[in-house]
């Protein structure tokens, strides 16, 4: 069985920088793509980023897009969100997730492994 574990979360204050890591552990498997998704008290699970393993291309939700950067290490079979310049807003639980199949990486839905969540504190 596949996990995905996070890290890196954190307290920081506004204007500051962090960087959450998402490692894969267990049975090797195929993926189409991994991303982060983050969710604020009493909000919905939002989108924020994702990579498409093979090509190494990137998307990025409007409201973090020139703030952070996703990027991978197929040898170490991680993902990591360096988060720059952080606001408020950004204040939520972050979540690795991975798909196996192709499609929108947008969209929660399609994703089959999910991280237990890691705690993200922007002060102001």
């Known amino acids: 069985q596949v996990q995905l574990v996070e890290s890196g979360g954190g307290l920081v204050q506004a204007g500051s920088p962090l960087r959450l890591s998402c490692a894969a552990s267990?049975?090797?498997?195929?993926?189409?793509?991994m991303g982060w998704f983050r969710q604020a008290p009493g909000k919905e699970r939002e989108f924020v980023a994702a990579i498409t393993w093979s090509t190494g291309s990137t998307y990025y939700a409007d409201s973090v897009k020139g703030r952070f950067a996703i990027s991978r290490d197929n040898a170490k079979n991680t993902v990591s969100l360096q988060m720059n310049s952080l606001k408020a807003e950004d204040t939520a639980v972050y979540y690795c997730?991975?798909?196996?199949?192709?499609?929108?990486?947008?969209?929660?839905?399609?994703?089959?492994?999910w991280g237990q969540g890691t705690q993200v504190t922007v002060s102001s």
């Open positions: 997730a991975a798909r196996r199949v192709p499609g929108p990486v947008t969209e929660s839905r399609f994703y089959d492994t």
């Open positions: 267990g049975r090797t498997f195929s993926r189409y793509a």
